[in-house]
């Protein structure tokens, strides 16, 4: 479930891997999609996090780091756009 009142911007279609879907546990995708979507950048360094800010003013990419409770991690990445939001692993990228 989204929280919608703290939601920084759009997330478009959302989309996730074949790899993904199989990898990442259903309640860890949604705790990430959800997350994203409130500009809590998850695991990223701080230069990416304050790139993420940039973004979100200017209509660039941003990405998100989230790591899985089996100690894998997976992204969220939003279109500059905002017309799509995939979920992947780092190898899908």
Not at 3 to 25: C, D, N, R, W
Not at 37 to 53: K, P, Q, Y
Not at 71 to 76: A, E, I
Request: hydrophobic share 45%; proline share 3%.
């Amino acid at each position: 479930m989204f929280l919608t009142s703290m939601m920084k911007f759009i997330l478009g279609e959302l989309v996730i891997t074949p790899a993904a879907l199989q990898a990442v546990p259903a309640e860890e995708i949604y705790r990430g999609i959800d997350r994203h979507v409130c500009g809590d950048w998850g695991e990223v360094s701080d230069a990416d996090s304050v790139e993420n800010e940039f973004a979100l003013q200017h209509g660039l990419r941003l990405l998100s780091v989230y790591e899985m409770k089996n100690g894998g991690r997976f992204w969220v990445l939003t279109k500059g756009d905002r017309t799509a939001t995939t979920v992947l692993l780092p190898g899908d990228y």
